[in-house]
């Protein structure tokens, strides 16, 4: 698992998990009303609402469902005050892992990140010890089926930064400020997006034997499960045919 291509692999297996248990809608409706608590209600003028809201209609959510966490954000319904945040520590053989988060509760969410990084082989580290190994970036992937002239082009045009070959799929980079830009215009020039965010990538990677992997694995697994918790990126580095027996 070299970098984070095949991660977002495990994280769209993960989220259709996620969703069947309903997880998924936890942690969106907590997005969107950050989002439109932070901005405002119009997607036109809000980008991380409108990415949020693409999410949610994207993982099936009902349209009232939606409405209502806007109302929230704005303060036209009665809601939960929520904290963003980022917690920073060190996963079996010293990956980086940053896990973002929003709660309604600090000290509650502090402590059960502690515990699954303790349970895991990993400890929570202090505030700015491994940010510094990630850049945030957008990110947006499409099939290798894809015209890759007519992709570089358009990306080009949009603004993005890069566009790289990751072994059958196409990955194109922008700055978090032209990501919106960049998506819509791959859009309107009829490309069919596999998944788009901004993310946090590692500068480098930290191979990673089985044992450690499945101990990693285990650890993502879990903090993924706790509502509180919106993302979570690492720079671990796992084989292929590591990754697939685990996954399995």
Same mark, same amino acid.
């Given at each position: 698992?070299?970098?984070?291509?095949?991660?977002?692999?495990?994280?769209?297996?993960?989220?259709?998990?996620?969703?069947?248990?309903?997880?998924?809608? *936890?942690?969106?409706?907590?997005?969107?009303?950050?989002?439109?608590?932070? #901005?405002? %209600?119009?997607?036109?003028?809000?980008?991380?609402?409108?990415?949020?809201?693409?999410?949610?209609? #994207?993982?099936?959510?009902?349209? @009232?469902?939606?409405?209502?966490?806007?109302?929230?954000?704005? %303060?036209?319904?009665? $809601?939960?005050?929520?904290?963003?945040?980022?917690?920073?520590?060190? %996963? &079996? =053989? =010293?990956?980086?892992?940053?896990?973002?988060?929003?709660?309604?509760?600090?000290?509650? *969410?502090?402590?059960?990140?502690?515990?699954?990084?303790?349970?895991?082989? =990993?400890?929570? $580290?202090? @505030? $700015?010890?491994?940010?510094?190994?990630? @850049?945030?970036? =957008?990110?947006?992937?499409?099939? !290798?089926?894809?015209?890759? @002239?007519?992709?570089?082009?358009?990306?080009?045009?949009?603004?993005?930064?890069?566009?790289?070959?990751?072994?059958?799929?196409?990955?194109?980079?922008?700055? &978090?400020?032209?990501?919106?830009?960049?998506?819509?215009?791959?859009?309107?020039?009829?490309?069919?997006?596999?998944?788009?965010?901004?993310?946090?990538?590692?500068?480098?990677?930290? &191979?990673?034997?089985?044992?450690?992997?499945?101990?990693?694995?285990?650890?993502?697994?879990?903090?993924?499960?706790?509502?509180?918790?919106?993302?979570?990126?690492?720079?671990?580095?796992?084989?292929?045919?590591?990754?697939?027996?685990?996954? !399995?």
């Amino acid at each position: 698992m070299a970098g984070h291509s095949k991660w977002a692999n495990i994280k769209h297996r993960k989220g259709a998990q996620d969703a069947k248990r309903g997880k998924i809608f *936890t942690k969106l409706i907590k997005e969107i009303t950050v989002a439109a608590k932070i #901005g405002d %209600g119009d997607m036109d003028t809000n980008p991380r609402l409108r990415t949020a809201v693409e999410k949610a209609k #994207g993982s099936n959510m009902p349209k @009232d469902t939606i409405e209502r966490a806007i109302k929230k954000g704005c %303060g036209d319904l009665d $809601g939960v005050n929520y904290e963003e945040g980022t917690l920073e520590g060190y %996963g &079996p =053989g =010293g990956a980086a892992v940053l896990v973002e988060f929003l709660t309604d509760n600090r000290t509650r *969410t502090v402590a059960d990140v502690r515990h699954s990084f303790t349970k895991h082989n =990993g400890s929570l $580290g202090v @505030d $700015g010890s491994v940010a510094f190994q990630f @850049d945030r970036k =957008g990110l947006i992937t499409l099939s !290798g089926d894809t015209d890759y @002239d007519a992709l570089f082009e358009a990306a080009l045009e949009s603004g993005a930064e890069d566009v790289k070959d990751e072994s059958g799929t196409y990955e194109i980079l922008t700055e &978090p400020t032209d990501f919106t830009s960049v998506r819509d215009g791959l859009k309107e020039h009829g490309m069919e997006l596999e998944t788009a965010e901004v993310t946090m990538i590692p500068q480098s990677t930290v &191979p990673l034997d089985e044992k450690k992997a499945e101990q990693m694995l285990k650890l993502i697994d879990m903090l993924e499960d706790n509502d509180d918790v919106q993302n979570v990126y690492h720079n671990a580095d796992i084989d292929d045919e590591i990754l697939e027996k685990l996954m !399995g």
